[in-house]
């Protein structure tokens, strides 16, 4: 009824259906001889819908030019004789309006291109890969129609091979009679045409046995699918596996040896991304009642990656990295990104890999690619030859790829400089613009940048300042909006706690609290629904960002040698709107400006830290150890709650304090002036 009433342009058939009818038989025939139940599914279609009569509340717009032909036809041949049926007269190809798609069984294993081989040509085969090529769609000719120069009348040809032999000759009993044979003519208004586009898929990297290289296959996609999957997308594609012989000279090389492809019936995308995700109401309502709660970026942040302990910073920052901030454009055109960049740079061994694999598996849309393994042109676009046109095309690299997503780039310090400058331009204005072989051009790079980075002479040098250490140049460095130090230095309680940890997580194969940490999808929900919002600042905080900005600046001295700049105020109100989008605010309030900055002194913090001393900028020393203080005293009456004694006073030892006090760096008159003032 819908492809009679024009709702639906596809005819899907479910293959569970046939075996919720009890046709087991004909279920297994279409998943061995898939290609000619297409074509038996299709016919059986055109006579159901000739006894079903459009409903009254069909939609009707103005007629394509293939209705046109139709209706021109139909009165053609009712003209000649009335009771003639149209399919007597014109090929069934030429007048449908829908396509036949099977859908395999739920049950149906998904395989890696290797595992697909002689035995399935003509099966219906699900595959698992990533696209790493998809050609423009064009149109493919299906009928082909002729004109007759002598008699007028039409001839019809259908092609269902690549290559076809246009006629030459009328065929038509008129020109027979006559005993002439008319010149033919190609009517392309007449013929029917199919979107056709190519895709190649590879192996993911999970699928490939241990010293194999990936392999790949070529995908056919016509009609519905075409433009479902775009370069850098992990699909599920159920298709046909057919064969194809060469043709031209290859053919003359190959002899009997034939190439593959795989005719695609169904195209899934493993990740949405947020704009294709959809959210119901439940679910948004759940969203909703979480972002209500005090602690949900806490939690949000700990279920990124918990198996890695501490990096609570760290993980606030990328979390903030996957929401991102929001784009301006000025009524002139300019543009002001809203992607954030971070760069992490540590000691080995402190996760940062782990880290980078970890973001690129929450976002809907991630490229993971190391220094030494990129190249400049792999990183932007390379100019290659179109197998099918032959002609100069673009193809995009990493960046291009992860375009609306997260480039993870780790070993970054390792990448050559040419290579590296490669991605100065898309760090702040986020377009690539290339001027290779004749094609001047511009493409888009929106993309957040995450990268990953070692010190000069591996780990990190505390008698060195910070910029003698990082070894990245400082038009690059200003272009991150938080850089994070992750130092690997001795602590007896981090230590204890780490391993403590580690241990855990080995024994059980689980992290703890595990009830508290929330999945995947719904953290990639959550993202989906804050990056909706568009908060804006109020004019009442405009004076207090000012003011704020104004006093780091001068606070600035030459020691430090982490700049302040525009840039950083550009990326604290980035991160300003990040965090407004996790809280669901449509406007940023003090609290979230007040989080991005503390991100950002957090951010310099870790810079001037590395030095060895734990006494942070900024930050009172008196209330730095009244904290302290208070977390043990924290700890002692959970202690005594835990062996069931009172807790109303706690007696907390002058001597632990003082160890913990200057474990931390702290003097002994700082810890004299603290217990004076509070």
């Known amino acids: 009824e819908g492809i009679v009433n024009r709702t639906r342009t596809v005819l899907?058939?479910?293959?569970?259906?046939?075996?919720?009818?009890?046709?087991?038989?004909?279920?297994?025939n279409v998943l061995r001889n898939c290609r000619r139940y297409v074509s038996l599914f299709a016919t059986a279609a055109d006579e159901l819908s000739k006894e079903i009569t459009p409903s009254a509340?069909?939609?009707?717009?103005?007629?394509?030019?293939?209705?046109?032909?139709?209706?021109?036809?139909?009165?053609?041949?009712?003209?000649?004789?009335?009771?003639?049926?149209?399919?007597?007269?014109?090929?069934?190809?030429?007048?449908?309006?829908?396509?036949?798609?099977?859908?395999?069984?739920?049950?149906?294993?998904?395989?890696?291109?290797?595992?697909?081989?002689?035995?399935?040509?003509?099966?219906?085969?699900?595959?698992?890969?990533?696209?790493?090529?998809?050609?423009?769609?064009?149109?493919?000719?299906?009928?082909?129609?002729?004109?007759?120069?002598?008699?007028?009348?039409?001839?019809?040809?259908?092609?269902?091979?690549?290559?076809f032999m246009p006629l030459q000759q009328c065929q038509s009993e008129i020109c027979a009679t006559n005993q002439r044979r008319g010149k033919l003519t190609l009517q392309t208004?007449?013929?029917?045409?199919?979107?056709?586009?190519?895709?190649?898929?590879?192996?993911?990297?999970?699928?490939?046995?241990?010293?194999?290289?990936?392999?790949?296959?070529?995908?056919?996609?016509y009609g519905h699918n075409t433009r479902a999957a775009a370069p850098g997308d992990e699909v599920t594609i159920s298709g046909i596996f057919l064969p194809v012989?060469?043709?031209?000279?290859?053919?003359?090389?190959?002899?009997?040896?034939?190439?593959?492809?795989?005719?695609?019936?169904?195209?899934?995308?493993?990740?949405?991304?947020?704009?294709?995700?959809?959210?119901?109401?439940?679910?948004?309502?759940?969203?909703?009642?979480?972002?209500?709660?005090?602690?949900?970026?806490d939690d949000l942040a700990n279920s990124i990656a918990p198996e890695i302990y501490g990096h609570d910073n760290v993980k606030r920052a990328l979390l903030l990295l996957l929401v991102g901030g929001v784009d301006r454009k000025m009524k002139d055109g300019m543009k002001i990104r809203g992607d954030i960049n971070?760069?992490?740079?540590?000691?080995?061994?402190?996760?940062?890999?782990?880290?980078?694999?970890?973001?690129?598996?929450?976002?809907?849309?991630?490229?993971?690619?190391?220094?030494?393994?990129?190249?400049?042109?792999?990183?932007?676009?390379?100019?290659?030859?179109?197998?099918?046109?032959?002609?100069?095309?673009?193809?995009?690299?990493?960046?291009v790829m992860a375009d609306m997503g997260v480039c993870c780039i780790d070993e970054f310090d390792k990448m050559e400089d040419g290579d590296r400058t490669a991605i100065h331009e898309v760090m702040e204005q986020q377009t690539i613009s290339i001027a290779k072989a004749g094609i001047t051009t511009t493409l888009n790079a929106r993309s957040a940048i995450l990268a990953a980075a070692n010190p000069l002479f591996g780990r990190y040098d505390t008698r060195r300042t910070p910029t003698q250490t990082i070894n990245l140049p400082a038009a690059?460095?200003?272009?991150?909006?938080?850089?994070?130090?992750?130092?690997?230095?001795?602590?007896?309680?981090?230590?204890?706690?780490?391993?403590?940890?580690?241990?855990?997580?080995?024994?059980?194969?689980?992290?703890?609290?595990?009830?508290?940490?929330?999945?995947?999808?719904?953290?990639?929900r959550y993202i989906t629904l804050a990056k909706r919002k568009m908060p804006f600042v109020t004019e009442d905080l405009t004076e207090y960002?000012?003011?704020?900005?104004?006093?780091?600046?001068?606070?600035?001295?030459?020691?430090?040698?982490?700049?302040?700049?525009?840039?950083?105020?550009?990326a604290i109100l980035r991160l300003s709107t990040a965090v407004a989008r996790l809280r669901m605010h449509d406007q940023v309030e003090k609290e979230d400006f007040m989080e991005a900055t503390r991100l950002m002194e957090e951010s310099k913090g870790s810079l001037l830290n590395s030095d060895g001393h734990r006494k942070k900028r900024n930050v009172d020393p008196s209330e730095a150890i009244y904290k302290l203080i208070k977390s043990y005293d924290n700890q002692r009456k959970k202690d005594r709650e835990e062996r069931g004694k009172k807790t109303t006073s706690v007696k907390l030892s002058m001597s632990v304090i003082e160890n913990?006090?200057?474990?931390?760096?702290?003097?002994?008159?700082?810890?004299?002036?603290?217990?004076?003032?509070?």
Do not use: W
């Open 545 to 570: 960002i000012v003011d704020t900005y104004a006093a780091l600046r001068s606070q600035e001295d030459s020691v430090d040698d982490t700049h302040i700049t525009a840039r950083t105020l550009l």
């Open 660 to 678: 913990r006090a200057t474990d931390q760096g702290f003097t002994a008159e700082q810890i004299r002036n603290c217990i004076e003032q509070y």
């Open 189 to 221: 208004r007449g013929s029917k045409f199919v979107k056709y586009q190519e895709l190649k898929i590879q192996e993911l990297s999970s699928h490939v046995p241990t010293g194999h290289i990936p392999r790949s296959m070529t995908i056919h996609v």
């Open 342 to 399: 971070i760069c992490l740079m540590g000691d080995p061994g402190v996760a940062k890999s782990q880290l980078l694999k970890r973001v690129s598996e929450l976002a809907p849309r991630s490229v993971y690619t190391t220094g030494r393994g990129s190249t400049g042109v792999g990183l932007t676009a390379a100019i290659t030859r179109d197998p099918l046109t032959n002609e100069l095309i673009l193809e995009g690299g990493a960046l």
């Open 57 to 163: 509340d069909a939609p009707t717009g103005p007629p394509t030019i293939l209705d046109m032909y139709i209706n021109h036809r139909q009165s053609l041949l009712q003209q000649h004789d009335e009771n003639a049926e149209v399919t007597s007269r014109y090929p069934q190809e030429l007048m449908r309006r829908y396509e036949v798609a099977f859908i395999p069984p739920k049950e149906a294993k998904k395989r890696s291109i290797r595992q697909v081989d002689a035995e399935d040509i003509g099966a219906l085969v699900t595959v698992e890969g990533i696209v790493t090529r998809a050609t423009a769609v064009k149109p493919l000719m299906n009928v082909a129609t002729y004109s007759c120069d002598t008699c007028g009348g039409e001839v019809y040809q259908e092609i269902k091979s690549p290559n």
């Open 476 to 524: 690059l460095l200003s272009r991150f909006d938080l850089l994070f130090l992750l130092v690997d230095r001795p602590d007896l309680n981090l230590d204890l706690k780490l391993a403590k940890h580690i241990v855990y997580v080995h024994a059980n194969n689980d992290v703890e609290d595990v009830d508290s940490l929330l999945d995947k999808k719904f953290i990639r």
């Open 245 to 297: 012989p060469y043709s031209g000279f290859r053919a003359i090389r190959a002899g009997l040896l034939s190439d593959t492809y795989l005719e695609a019936q169904t195209v899934v995308k493993k990740k949405k991304t947020h704009s294709e995700e959809v959210i119901t109401e439940e679910e948004e309502q759940e969203i909703l009642e979480a972002a209500a709660e005090n602690d949900i970026i």
């Open 12 to 28: 899907e058939i479910e293959l569970d259906d046939l075996e919720k009818h009890d046709m087991f038989e004909m279920k297994e």
